[in-house]
């Protein structure tokens, strides 16, 4: 189906004609329209363009309410203050429009990007042989969502997980391994991801201890990591054993935080190892990089240290070895000329935005990054504790990410649990329920937050039945699906003949809102912005919900209709809206 015109703009269109009739000079000028707290729009573009034209903007604004077509969409329109126009939509016009967001099933009237690209996101980068902590959320919470978003807005999307698979230290765990040959057998054939991760952080253990005790030992642990980059066959092997038992930790925690992670998407650090002595010569050849102290450097005019000295990006290091900037570049390289991106998303730790500010400038330099394909950081803040501090446990230890959602699901089917008779949950779906709500809960509370800003992790909170939480909102999607248990042989029918009550108008006029919202969401990789209309949308649900009576007292037929169908369409966009947040809202709670 074809995409709906939304209300913003039907008026704008109108308000545009007009605007021309009046000051045919002016061309086709910006009427810059708004929702208004005053009316359901303000323009407010006639005081610049009367400024423009040495015109009295009353005056000019008084010419453009004669020439606007009213009727259909706009029912009144007034002058304001100095030459703002005040805009009331009618009824009908809100019902119909809805109508054909209803019509639309898969949707809801949102269309596509005009000109969509292929974006790259690097989101999701845990560390091989290293369990997954609580500063790994928000880059695979954020990023997911925005992959969501982007995709629904008809962009290609690439995911790419960046994994941390390469360094010094498999040196040591690979000699380890090989001396060790047995320690990551599984007699029982497969593993849990939590029987994974706890044979990695047992074997890192025990080849540290050894590392640090045995000096012919650590010998041997750094001539392995020559072999490693030297590609030498066994050492590989045994190096993918360490990748492989990863991954089935890595995908058990994803699979709990309900994200697909695709093993074709994972690309670490040793993906571009082949690139980077290429990289480096590139660089080299063309100046954008020289020899400083035998490291091949990259400087910048506005990156100095405290002693006022220029700190380079180190690209290759004095004794020969790479960079973590030698990768990234690498990595540019294979995604803006393999995979054709438009677009390089980077979801990574604002501390990080130095190393990127750099890579990307050292990029744009060489020209691999120019006007048609741009680079980005969506840089996210840190989370803290109640106490406003990095969030640690009692011991002062980093949280496991694992430990953390299991807590949130504990709560969370606690919760569920006390509402359950009532509903007349089965313990199966209390504990599915608690699964849903638990996640939603922590990826809600990271994704209603600006994602540069911090947040503070408050499980308390997150898992209320009140304020801005994805449990509100789970609870009004079931609210709102329980109603249709009960309308009997009532069905939603749009009836755009009848007038609105306050509360459906105003409900009415954001469900037109959802369209507008995602594009703006979509261009600001913005998932917060999301977050914010659905809460307001469940807001204006339970105000509708209060006010206008659906099934008791029962209303006339053609008003019960035409409120089942504002209960159906409001449903629907909380569902898909919560979906592309990457957050489930079961039928019953």
Same mark, same amino acid.
């Given at each position: 189906?074809?995409?709906?015109?939304?209300?913003?703009?039907?008026?704008?269109?109108?308000?545009?004609?007009?605007?021309?009739?009046?000051?045919?000079?002016? #061309?086709?000028?910006?009427?810059?329209?708004?929702?208004?707290?005053?009316?359901?729009?303000?323009?407010?573009?006639?005081?610049?363009?009367?400024?423009?034209?040495?015109?009295?903007?009353r005056?000019?604004?008084?010419?453009?309410?004669?020439?606007v077509a009213?009727?259909?969409?706009?029912?009144?329109?007034?002058?304001?203050?100095?030459?703002? &126009? !005040?805009?009331? %939509?009618?009824?009908?016009?809100i019902?119909?429009?809805?109508?054909?967001?209803?019509?639309?099933?898969? /949707?809801? #009237?949102v269309?596509?990007?005009?000109?969509?690209?292929?974006?790259?996101?690097?989101?999701?980068?845990?560390?091989?042989?290293?369990?997954?902590?609580?500063?790994?959320?928000?880059?695979?919470v954020?990023?997911?969502?925005?992959? @969501?978003?982007?995709?629904?807005?008809?962009?290609?999307?690439?995911?790419?997980?960046h994994?941390?698979?390469?360094?010094t @230290?498999?040196?040591?765990?690979?000699?380890?391994?090989?001396?060790?040959?047995?320690?990551?057998?599984?007699?029982?054939?497969?593993?849990?991801?939590?029987?994974?991760?706890?044979? &990695?952080?047992?074997?890192?253990?025990?080849?540290?201890?050894?590392?640090?005790?045995?000096?012919?030992?650590?010998?041997?642990? /750094?001539?392995?990591?020559?072999?490693?980059?030297?590609?030498?066959?066994?050492?590989?092997?045994?190096w @993918?054993?360490?990748?492989?038992?990863?991954?089935?930790?890595?995908?058990?925690?994803?699979?709990?935080?309900?994200?697909?992670?695709?093993?074709?998407?994972?690309?670490?650090?040793?993906?571009?190892?082949?690139?980077?002595?290429?990289?480096?010569?590139?660089?080299?050849?063309?100046?954008?990089?020289?020899?400083?102290?035998?490291?091949?450097?990259?400087?910048?005019?506005?990156?100095?240290?405290?002693?006022?000295?220029?700190?380079?990006?180190?690209?290759?290091?004095?004794?020969?070895?790479? #960079?973590?900037?030698?990768?990234?570049?690498?990595?540019?390289?294979?995604?803006?000329?393999?995979?054709?991106?438009?677009?390089?998303?980077?979801?990574?730790?604002?501390?990080?935005?130095?190393?990127?500010?750099? %890579?990307?400038?050292?990029?744009?330099?060489?020209?691999?990054?120019?006007?048609?394909?741009?680079?980005?950081?969506?840089?996210?803040?840190?989370?803290?504790?109640?106490? #406003?501090?990095?969030?640690?446990? /009692?011991?002062?230890?980093?949280?496991?990410?694992?430990?953390?959602?299991?807590?949130?699901?504990?709560?969370?089917?606690?919760?569920? /649990?006390?509402?359950?008779?009532?509903?007349?949950?089965?313990?199966p779906?209390?504990?599915?329920?608690?699964?849903?709500?638990?996640?939603?809960?922590?990826?809600?509370?990271?994704?209603?937050?600006?994602?540069?800003?911090?947040?503070?992790?408050?499980?308390?909170?997150?898992?209320?039945? !009140?304020?801005?939480?994805?449990?509100?909102?789970?609870?009004?999607?079931?609210?709102?699906?329980?109603?249709?248990?009960?309308?009997?042989?009532?069905?939603?029918?749009?009836?755009?003949?009848?007038?609105?009550?306050?509360?459906?108008?105003?409900?009415?006029?954001?469900?037109?809102?959802?369209?507008?919202?995602?594009?703006?969401?979509?261009?600001?990789?913005?998932?917060?912005?999301?977050?914010?209309y659905?809460?307001?949308?469940?807001?204006?649900?339970?105000?509708f919900?209060?006010?206008?009576?659906?099934?008791?007292?029962?209303?006339? @037929?053609?008003?019960a209709?035409?409120?089942?169908?504002?209960?159906?369409?409001?449903?629907?966009?909380?569902?898909?809206?919560?979906?592309?947040?990457?957050?489930?809202?079961?039928?019953?709670?």
């Amino acid at each position: 189906m074809a995409s709906v015109t939304s209300l913003t703009a039907s008026v704008h269109q109108r308000l545009a004609d007009a605007l021309s009739a009046a000051l045919p000079e002016a #061309g086709s000028a910006d009427p810059l329209l708004r929702r208004s707290d005053r009316a359901d729009f303000q323009a407010n573009g006639i005081l610049a363009l009367a400024k423009k034209a040495k015109a009295n903007p009353r005056e000019l604004a008084t010419q453009v309410v004669e020439r606007v077509a009213s009727g259909d969409v706009i029912k009144d329109i007034e002058v304001s203050g100095p030459g703002f &126009l !005040n805009i009331t %939509v009618t009824d009908g016009a809100i019902v119909r429009n809805l109508a054909e967001r209803y019509a639309d099933s898969d /949707r809801l #009237g949102v269309p596509l990007a005009e000109h969509p690209g292929t974006t790259v996101i690097d989101y999701a980068q845990p560390n091989v042989a290293k369990e997954m902590h609580v500063g790994h959320l928000r880059s695979a919470v954020i990023g997911a969502a925005v992959v @969501q978003i982007l995709e629904f807005t008809g962009e290609s999307v690439v995911r790419r997980h960046h994994i941390g698979d390469w360094g010094t @230290q498999f040196g040591m765990l690979i000699q380890y391994l090989i001396e060790h040959p047995h320690e990551l057998d599984h007699q029982g054939g497969a593993v849990s991801g939590e029987e994974a991760m706890s044979n &990695l952080n047992g074997l890192y253990k025990a080849a540290r201890a050894v590392f640090d005790s045995d000096e012919e030992f650590k010998t041997r642990a /750094r001539r392995r990591v020559v072999d490693l980059q030297a590609g030498e066959p066994e050492t590989l092997a045994m190096w @993918q054993k360490f990748v492989d038992e990863s991954k089935i930790y890595f995908y058990s925690v994803f699979d709990k935080l309900d994200m697909e992670i695709r093993d074709a998407d994972v690309v670490g650090e040793s993906g571009y190892n082949d690139m980077l002595d290429e990289t480096c010569r590139m660089l080299e050849e063309s100046g954008v990089a020289v020899r400083s102290d035998g490291a091949l450097c990259v400087f910048f005019d506005d990156v100095k240290g405290p002693d006022g000295n220029p700190v380079p990006l180190i690209v290759k290091k004095s004794d020969g070895g790479y #960079g973590y900037a030698a990768t990234d570049l690498s990595a540019i390289r294979d995604r803006v000329f393999n995979l054709k991106a438009s677009t390089l998303l980077y979801v990574v730790d604002a501390r990080q935005s130095l190393h990127f500010k750099m %890579v990307f400038e050292t990029a744009r330099r060489a020209g691999w990054l120019n006007d048609d394909v741009k680079a980005h950081q969506l840089a996210f803040g840190t989370v803290l504790g109640k106490d #406003g501090k990095p969030f640690k446990t /009692r011991e002062g230890e980093t949280v496991r990410l694992v430990d953390l959602l299991d807590e949130a699901i504990d709560r969370a089917t606690s919760v569920v /649990r006390e509402k359950a008779e009532k509903v007349g949950l089965s313990e199966p779906e209390i504990e599915e329920n608690g699964r849903y709500v638990g996640i939603g809960a922590v990826k809600y509370a990271d994704l209603s937050t600006s994602a540069v800003r911090d947040y503070k992790f408050d499980l308390d909170q997150m898992v209320s039945l !009140n304020g801005d939480t994805s449990v509100y909102l789970q609870y009004a999607y079931a609210r709102i699906r329980s109603i249709f248990g009960k309308a009997g042989d009532r069905t939603p029918v749009a009836h755009p003949e009848l007038e609105l009550a306050p509360a459906e108008r105003a409900l009415g006029l954001h469900l037109d809102r959802f369209g507008e919202t995602l594009e703006e969401v979509a261009a600001e990789y913005a998932p917060h912005k999301l977050a914010a209309y659905l809460y307001q949308l469940a807001s204006l649900y339970t105000t509708f919900y209060d006010q206008c009576p659906v099934i008791k007292p029962a209303p006339a @037929q053609e008003i019960a209709e035409n409120r089942l169908f504002l209960c159906d369409l409001t449903g629907r966009t909380l569902h898909q809206g919560m979906s592309l947040l990457g957050i489930r809202t079961p039928e019953r709670l």
